[in-house]
């Protein structure tokens, strides 16, 4: 029976999922509780092995349906090897992305049928649910755009899923604004295109009005 809380982060490219989540995790730990930043894909060795194979676009041959195979490998071995034991310890797990984006990307964008992802979700993630979930909206243009100019400042090329038409990543918008009203109690919309600083005390604010503290 898990004794910590399990909060994740989603929402398009460049909505600044990191950023809060690096934020979010400090600020829990000021409750003096124990903490674990962590990501998808990746979190464990095997994950992060498959993370680059899936980044590179390496698996875009096997297409939708095998890259959202490979995503639930990884989160396999990310729940059993990270996830659920810190959760065991009492840790608050916060996680940059985790199902809802198989959901919108390999769902509701990449055509793979909802009944294979509510299949993979039973027998993969099980009760391991998220208490929490964040999701940071803003248009998909903007969160381009901010990925965009960091990959520039990084001197890399876009990945994978960032080089994908506008329109896959406006429906990737809209699929998450629909897992938020589907799923009000675990789900909390922030508006993302504010100032960094105004979004962490948006989600800070209501962590604490969600868990009651
Ligand atoms: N994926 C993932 C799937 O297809 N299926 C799945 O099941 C899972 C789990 C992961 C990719 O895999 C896909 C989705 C992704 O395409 P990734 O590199 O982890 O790849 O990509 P993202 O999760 O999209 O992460 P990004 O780094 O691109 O975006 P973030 O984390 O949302 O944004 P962040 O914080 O890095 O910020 C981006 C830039 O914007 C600035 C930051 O400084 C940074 O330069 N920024 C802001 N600028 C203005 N105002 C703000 N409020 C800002 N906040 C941050």
């Given at each position: 029976m898990p004794l910590g809380k399990f909060i994740t982060l989603e929402g398009g490219e460049g909505a600044g999922k990191s950023t809060q989540a690096k934020t979010l995790r400090d600020r829990i730990a000021t409750l003096g509780v124990e903490t674990l930043l962590t990501r998808e894909p990746g979190g464990s060795p095997r994950a992060e092995a498959i993370r680059a194979v899936l980044l590179s676009g390496?698996?875009?041959?096997?297409?939708p349906i095998g890259e959202a195979l490979l995503f639930y490998v990884a989160r396999d071995s990310h729940l059993e090897l990270t996830i659920r034991p810190a959760l065991a310890r009492g840790a608050w797990v916060v996680c940059d992305r985790f199902h809802d984006s198989t959901r919108a990307y390999q769902g509701a964008a990449g055509g793979v049928p909802i009944a294979a992802i509510d299949a993979l979700e039973r027998i993969v993630i099980g009760p391991t649910r998220p208490d929490l979930t964040f999701i940071l909206d803003l248009p998909a243009e903007e969160g381009l755009k901010r990925a965009a100019a960091r990959a520039s400042a990084d001197n890399q090329a876009a990945d994978r899923f960032e080089a994908m038409s506008p329109r896959f990543h406006e429906s990737l918008r809209r699929e998450f604004l629909e897992i938020a009203q589907a799923e009000p109690w675990r789900c909390a919309v922030i508006d993302a295109t504010r100032p960094a600083q105004a979004v962490a005390d948006d989600i800070w604010a209501t962590l604490i009005q969600r868990f009651d503290l």
């Open positions: 390496k698996a875009k041959r096997y297409g």
